[in-house]
Nanobody, 116 residues
Framework: QVQLQEQGPGRVRPSQTVSLTCTAS?????????LFWIRQAPGKGLECVGG???????YDSPSLKSRTSVSRDTSKNQFFLELNSVAHEDAGVYYC?????????WGQGTQVTVAA
């Protein structure tokens, strides 16, 4: 069982940058594995924000590409998201998802509130 723990600031002001961290209880470089940031705005479905594979190649959501940056620290089993120029529509719960060959694991999510 892989444990994922998301951390974030909770509340950010519009136009600021929100930085999120996902810490995994195991290596994040298992061959063929992927890490994703998934978000869910109130009353809406799940949306993939960005991801990274075991080799370090990143994926950015086409709708958010210019505002997102995903990265990792393999020595700490951590996965990061930076979302800049946040707006009210960026508010929601952000989840870390770790997909391995035959299993997938979700974190409990971290709430991001955008307010002045």
């Amino acid at each position: 069982q892989v444990q994922l723990q998301e951390q974030g600031p909770g509340r950010v002001r519009p136009s600021q940058t929100v930085s999120l961290t996902c810490t995994a209880s195991t290596s994040i470089t298992f061959p063929g594995s992927y890490l994703f940031w998934i978000r869910q705005a109130p009353g809406k479905g799940l949306e993939c924000v960005g991801g990274i594979d075991s080799s370090g190649s990143t994926y950015d959501s086409p709708s958010l590409k210019s505002r997102t940056s995903v990265s990792r620290d393999t020595s700490k089993n951590q996965f990061f998201l930076e979302l800049n120029s946040v707006a009210h529509e960026d508010a929601g719960v952000y989840y870390c998802l770790y997909i391995m060959t035959f299993q997938s694991f979700w974190g409990q999510g971290t709430q991001v509130t955008v307010a002045a």
